[in-house]
């Protein structure tokens, strides 16, 4: 446990609907685990609520659209939250601090010694995406400088990738990712999980797993995580997926395996200084372990200035 911090609060923005529940509840309790005390913020202060098909798994399987049947779960036992995350969501939504959320336009950075912005990919989270006091409460951490002199850590993962990307720098008038390295949720996984949902899983819902559909005349993917977030870069090749050479490449981008509390071979983080990224909840264990390990040495060297 951490002893005589500078600031023990970390900030979560979170959608008021369809947050990923992975994403949010595993990086909730390591950071309570390590000490810290983690603050969320929604756009109105009503309580945020998770995209329930992660948690329950009701709906992902072909026959989901059927009110009796859709208890019946096989796919949507494999394709919902793992059992960790699903207990640490029971506990993260019973906690105070859950239950009264702060509002995006009263965020003050000197409040906080971290930011984690969480994705999740169902329709309902544009309002997170483009609220625009939150982009700019996002880019304002980016940019600020903590009393001992260094950026204050920032996490971001799926979908909460895009959120970094579209806050806009006042001094540079671009995204305060320019000029950094990142990953997201890659296209070849939204595109996977696209296509399974759309033509098998939830067939009557086909868009589902797309937060962003193409306009008539954009290519597949323009509006794709990976390439909306490609395109705030400064160059094509910040944006960071598993090389090939990777010895667990097959673990890391099957789709289908996750990282674990004590196994991080399934997972892909990509640092640059105080910033990390991450692309899915198969990689919310080791974010959220390497975010604590930042935090933790932000505060040591606050304390010994």
Not at 129 to 158: M, W, Y
Not at 215 to 226: K, N, S, T
Request: proline residues 4%.
């Amino acid at each position: 446990m951490l002893q005589n911090l500078t600031s023990a609060k970390v900030i979560m923005p979170l959608p008021n609907n369809d947050f990923d529940p992975s994403e949010a509840a595993i990086t909730w309790q390591l950071l309570k685990n390590a000490g810290y005390e983690v603050i969320f913020a929604t756009v109105d202060g009503n309580v945020a609520q998770c995209d329930e098909l992660m948690i329950t798994g009701e709906g992902l399987d072909f026959w989901g659209w059927l009110p009796v049947l859709k208890k019946v779960r096989l796919f949507g036992l494999l394709l919902r939250a793992n059992s960790d995350a699903r207990a640490a969501y029971v506990r993260m939504i019973l906690h105070t601090n859950f239950q009264q959320p702060c509002l995006y336009a009263k965020l003050n950075v000197n409040d906080y010694c971290g930011l984690i912005l969480p994705g999740g990919h169902a329709p309902k989270i544009k309002a997170y995406l483009e609220d625009k006091a939150l982009q700019k409460f996002v880019a304002n951490f980016f940019e600020d400088i903590d009393k001992s002199g260094q950026h204050r850590p920032v996490a971001a993962i799926c979908h909460g990738v895009v959120l970094a990307a579209r806050a806009i720098s006042e001094q540079t008038k671009k995204s305060v990712l320019y000029g950094k390295k990142t990953t997201a949720l890659t296209w070849k996984l939204e595109k996977s999980a696209w296509h399974l949902t759309k033509y098998f899983i939830r067939f009557w819902d086909r868009n589902y797993y797309r937060t962003y559909l193409e306009l008539p005349d954009e290519p597949e993917g323009y509006r794709g995580v990976q390439q909306e977030v490609t395109r705030a870069l400064q160059n094509k090749d910040d944006f960071q997926d598993v090389p090939r050479n990777d010895k667990h490449y097959f673990l890391k981008t099957a789709g289908i395996f996750r990282d674990k509390s004590n196994n991080s071979k399934a997972a892909w983080v990509v640092e640059d200084g105080n910033y990390l990224s991450a692309r899915w909840p198969g990689d919310v264990h080791t974010l959220a372990k390497k975010f604590v390990e930042k935090l933790n040495k932000q505060q040591l060297i606050g304390n010994s200035k």
